[in-house]
């Protein structure tokens, strides 16, 4: 009885100073933790950085090496932001296709990856593209590969640099991700699938969060090479109808026969090209 009453009193006897000083110490290490945070981000958004420029310079040496073209047809040759710069590049790629088949395919594959490994829009219209250029189980196929691997990079990016600013930045979205991957890992290659066909998750999203919520990279590439496919079939199916119908104009301005093209072309296209279609 004496000892706990000696323990009271020396509880009682603790000074507010002494306790203000446990709180501080306790304030402290919050925003120790708190700036630690804060500081690995910006060197993961620093190092992200450096990682884009090298790979942009990569990109400008595709360029710089790209067969010499006339001037006219030199400043076609670049990212399209809509249907008719895709018009434009597919126009020229198409007439040095044969010609340059290696560089051409070298060049389309290299910037498609590079914009979904960074996910930069305007693959969208990369993929139309490939229908203008390509026949199209080949054209599906690129599609598919290019989004699987860019995907994947973009997946390797975020799981390399990519962690402290998911946790700093996403981190509601990215636990409610998380929620839902584990009710369906049993199944998950078929919900990565799902993911990429339906619209309520971003692709940018799926592939920033994907490792940091521990989905496998086996699994989020043959689930991105799969689920990629049916959007797929609209975009190059745009493209091939596009090249006929470009093809058909150019036929009827030799032979100087005035047609009207535009209501051939599929509602895809026609949304795409006045700017309704939703890139992701």
Known sequence: ??????????????????????????????????????????????????????????????????????????????????????????????????????????????TYVFLQTFAIPGSIFLSILSGYLYPFPLALFLVCLCSGLGASFCYMLSYLVGRPVVYKYLTEKAQKWSQQVDKHRDHLINYIIFLRITPFLPNWFINITSPVI?????????GTFLGVAPPSFVAINAGTTLYKLTTAEKAAAETGVEQNFAPHLPAATVSLGSGTCSCR
């Open 1 to 110: 009885m004496a000892r706990k009453r000696r323990e009271r009193s020396d509880m009682d006897g603790m000074s507010p100073t002494q306790d203000e000083g446990k709180s501080n110490d306790s304030d402290s290490q919050l925003l120790k933790a708190q700036e630690r945070e804060g500081g690995s981000a910006r060197m993961s958004l620093l190092i992200l950085v450096s990682i884009f420029a090298c790979s942009a310079s990569v990109m400008y040496l595709v360029y710089k090496n790209f067969p010499e073209l006339p001037d006219d047809e030199m400043e076609k040759i670049k990212i399209p932001k809509d249907m008719d710069d895709a018009k434009a590049l597919g126009t020229v790629l198409s007439k040095y296709k044969d010609t340059y088949y290696t560089q051409v395919l070298v060049a389309y594959f290299a």
């Open 214 to 222: 521990n989905v496998p990279l086996g699994v989020f590439f043959i």
